[in-house]
């Protein structure tokens, strides 16, 4: 009996083949993005500049996490009736948890963003993890798995909001680097950047274009579409 | 499965304890909000006169921030016939500490225009030179937008200005608040023409025109861009008798 408990102990927190999948497949093969096409609405608006892109990843990535853990310790007991109700409830609250710890330490970017971060609420990554793996996972492999999607998230986050800041306004994270005038690192006179990526449409057009780059590269993924 | 009166517990339980959770962290990290908003505030406020104060303005501390506010700032509160109004009535219209920079204006504004209360700054810089800052107030696309103007001292010429709004558009209409270049172009119009009319600072999609009353609008946030001409033409003319005022005496 002692020995199958500690071999349960050790499923529970290891961190093997399984767990490392966990944590890698969201990245790549199973992006949520790129693969599964969730969030979208969240990669349209908020890949305009980086540094937005970058403190929303961070959010979505410990909300995703915390949420994935918290289901995954209440899921015996979550009423089935109301488990959407109460799986929204643990979003909203880790939200507001990041929105008033924000609030008190960086109160500029709390200004700037305060839009998004109720946003996050939304977003449909975080309520899709908990449906489909922490209602029916351990608590540590939840948690990988959140840590897992929420990267997943803001891998293509980072990678569209560089486009979009690169090419609509010639900088990146503020500082200018191509563009017509001297106080930009490269300077091409008469150079234009192009208007449109700032604009929400060119979001649909990186993101399909994202998507269909991913799918060339990676030939496991031409099987499942 | 759950009986009803189960997931009633339940809820009742997993609600009480997040809202208990919440209300903690939220009573006990005000004091901190209240600091670091009143802060912003002040920032806000001196970011129209950032030139004056000199380059480092953006990487002055809180404590800089509050410091030069007390020590070089003037502050009145205004009604709207010019008259300055005393600390216990702004008190008595429901603001605590009396001074213009606890006046709501998002509240002022939802007021009939003949009641309304607005803020002016004095700034009295290190070479003695005063400017004077006011606050408009309007609407941009997704929601409110607003702005510090500050002038010289012939409260004609625009010495700077800061713009700030609730939701516009990163990168679009919020370049109000974060493209500094185009901000700087209010700077050295006037609001007057030669003959005293009022012409404010326009703002022109395609480019300006007029050297003196207009700077060029942003690509892509023409209605962002309008809402400021709107409010400047509309908020600064609050400030007409304040103005009319002070140039007699």
Redesign the interface.
């Known amino acids: 009996m002692a020995d199958v408990q500690v071999a349960k102990k050790e499923a529970a927190f290891g961190f093997g083949k399984k767990e490392r999948k966990l944590l890698v497949d969201p990245l790549n093969d199973n992006n949520p993005i790129t693969v599964q096409v969730l969030g979208i609405c969240s990669a349209l608006a908020v890949t305009t500049l980086l540094d937005k892109a970058l403190v929303m990843s961070i959010a979505v990535i410990f909300v995703c996490a915390f949420a994935n853990l918290f289901t995954s310790l209440l899921r015996m007991y979550i009423p089935k009736q109301v488990r959407m109700i109460v799986q929204l409830v643990i979003i909203a609250f880790l939200v507001t948890v990041v929105e008033l710890t924000l609030k008190a330490v960086d109160y500029n970017i709390y200004k700037e963003l305060s839009v998004f971060i109720g946003l996050i609420i939304t977003n449909c990554i975080i309520m899709g993890r908990l449906e489909a793996f922490a209602m029916a996972n351990n608590p540590w492999r939840s948690f990988l798995d959140g840590v897992g999607n929420g990267i997943g998230y803001g891998i293509i986050l980072i990678i569209v909001a560089m486009i979009r800041e690169f090419f609509g306004k010639g900088s990146l994270l503020g500082y200018k680097i191509l563009g017509p005038s001297s106080d930009f690192l490269i300077t091409i006179p008469g150079y234009q950047p192009n208007n449109l990526m700032v604009l929400f449409p060119s979001a649909m057009f990186v993101i399909g274009v994202l998507i269909w780059v991913h799918r060339a590269w990676n030939r496991k993924l031409i099987d499942i579409s | 499965?759950?009986s009803t009166r189960?997931?009633i517990i339940?809820?009742f339980i997993?609600?009480a304890i997040?809202a208990l959770?919440?209300s903690f962290?939220?009573t006990g990290?005000k004091p901190?909000?209240d600091k670091?908003?009143a802060?912003?505030n002040k920032k806000a406020i001196l970011s129209a006169v950032k030139d004056q104060i000199g380059d480092g303005f953006d990487a002055l501390t809180d404590d800089q921030i509050s410091d030069i506010f007390t020590k070089q700032i003037e502050q009145k509160v205004m009604d709207m016939e010019g008259g300055f109004i005393s600390k216990e009535d702004v008190m008595a219209a429901g603001y605590k500490g009396g001074m213009a920079e606890n006046l709501d204006m998002a509240k002022e504004k939802k007021k009939p225009e003949s009641d309304r209360l607005l803020p002016v700054y004095i700034y009295t810089a290190d070479d003695n030179k005063k400017y004077y800052i006011f606050n408009v107030r309007g609407n941009g696309l997704w929601d409110e937008i607003w702005g510090n103007i500050a002038f010289e001292s012939d409260l004609n010429t625009i010495a700077g200005v800061s713009f700030d709004h609730k939701?516009e558009?990163?990168?679009?209409g919020a370049e109000i608040k974060d493209n500094k270049d185009w901000a700087g172009q209010f700077i050295g119009k006037k609001i007057y023409a030669d003959d005293g009319m009022y012409k404010s600072v326009g703002v022109i999609k395609g480019g300006a025109k007029d050297p003196v009353h207009e700077v060029d609008g942003i690509?892509?946030a023409t209605i962002t861009a309008d809402g400021v001409a709107e409010m400047m033409k509309r908020g600064l003319k609050y400030y007409e008798p304040f103005i009319k005022m002070s140039k007699k005496g």
């Open positions: 499965m759950h189960q997931t339940f809820v997993m609600t997040v959770v919440l962290m939220s990290l901190v909000h670091n908003e802060v912003y939701a558009t990163p990168g679009l690509s892509g």
